[in-house]
């Protein structure tokens, strides 16, 4: 059995989501519901749960900085959020599962889940990536938390060479020969590199701007990347290309 707390400020979110968790997730122990952070981080003092279902935005306290209370995180977090593009750009980032309100059955299975493959794991590296990412803040070595088949894997940004297109999953080609099979589209992948100097230059790559060696000529040309790589550009996305580098 997965010991679980629910941490939710909204009695009705509390309400639903604890009917869920009854009636589809049966691997669940439900110790407590909490209605504030305050109340939550004292749940987990006494329970010492290996997962919670933390709300995040509740008054006085929200529940980023309920978690920044703690020096070491021994549990599983799943976020449950309304609409917030931005926090949920930041949490995607991080690769910490979060859960859309009005919540769906078939996520909250797929998100109780994964807990039982990750048990065990540090989250304060990725609670580190979440909270720099909320913070807009400028660091040399910015990192990206990877999703994978197994867990993730935490990449310096510029440590990313490309990132090729499978189906449903992204070959993300990093330095020193290494490649990572990333359980996430390239579309995703493009949108969480949004604004870090990286470019999709054809339906099936996404380039690091910074790791382009030459550009050769054609009807829509090629790339040559650091570690000699040969990349297709299309056709659409030559113009917006030659743009950037003048």
């Known amino acids: 059995m997965i010991k679980a707390i629910l941490i939710d400020d909204e009695t009705h979110c509390r309400e639903t989501l604890s009917i869920q968790l009854e009636k589809y997730c049966h691997e669940i122990q439900l110790l407590a519901q909490c209605n504030s952070a305050a109340q ?3 749940a987990i003092s006494k329970y010492q ?7 995040v935005e509740m008054p006085k306290m929200n529940g980023f900085e309920m978690l920044q209370q703690f020096s070491h995180i021994p549990f599983e977090v799943i976020f449950t959020t309304g609409y917030d593009a931005y926090a949920i750009k930041a949490i995607r980032f991080s690769a910490i599962d979060y859960l859309l309100k009005p919540i769906d059955k078939d ?22 990536i ?10 040399s070595l910015q990192k990206i938390a990877l999703p ?3 867990g993730f894997e935490l990449v310096p940004l510029e440590n990313i060479i490309h990132c090729e297109a499978d189906s449903n999953y992204t070959h993300v080609v990093l330095k020193h020969a290494k490649k990572v099979l990333v359980s996430r589209t390239l579309k995703e992948i493009e949108e969480l590199l949004e604004g870090h100097s990286f470019l999709r230059i054809h339906h099936s790559y996404l380039v690091n701007l ?37």
Do not use: C, W
């Open 40 to 42: 939550g981080i004292e």
């Open 49 to 55: 749960p290996d997962l919670i279902f933390l709300d």
């Open 107 to 128: 996520e909250l299975r797929k998100a109780v889940a994964k807990v039982s493959l990750k048990a065990g794991h540090n989250l304060n590296q990725q609670l580190n």
């Open 130 to 139: 979440l909270l720099e990412r909320l913070g807009n803040k400028q660091v």
């Open 148 to 150: 994978t088949l197994d």
């Open 210 to 246: 910074n790791e382009i060696v030459r550009y050769i000529r054609g009807e829509g040309g090629y790339v040559i990347m650091s570690d000699n790589t040969s990349i297709t550009v299309s056709r659409s996305r030559k113009d917006t290309l030659l743009r950037i580098f003048g």
